[in-house]
């Protein structure tokens, strides 16, 4: 065995690819998407952050936690932007910034 130990190697992965180019462009290809997803979710955190101070505002002036007239304009924004799956990511961020607090 190599000076590294299992435990120390680093992991291969299986880009399905037949050829060492391709490979290599999967294997960059796939940092790329794991950088945006670490960005992407860091964005969502801090969605849900926002939510939470609208809601505490709104509820501390006597309003309602949800305002359903907001989200529906949300959902349209995302359908419209993305299709029929951009109405259900916009549902699942609603999902995670409502009742936070």
Do not use: F, W
């Not at 000076?3 to 290809?29: C, L």
């Not at 809601?55 to 305002?67: A, D, K, L, P």
Request: proline content about 4%.
């Amino acid at each position: 065995m190599s000076p590294q130990t299992a435990a120390t190697a680093p992991a291969a992965t299986d880009t399905g690819a037949r050829t060492p180019e391709a490979d290599g462009i999967i294997t960059d290809a796939r940092r790329r998407i794991d950088d945006l997803d670490g960005r992407i979710i860091g964005l969502v955190q801090e969605r849900m952050a926002v939510s939470a101070v609208i809601q505490r505002e709104r509820i501390t002036s006597g309003g309602r936690r949800v305002n359903l007239t907001r989200e529906m304009e949300i959902l349209a924004h995302y359908r419209d932007q993305l299709g029929k799956p951009g109405t259900a990511l916009a549902m699942t961020l609603l999902e995670l910034s409502r009742g936070q607090i």
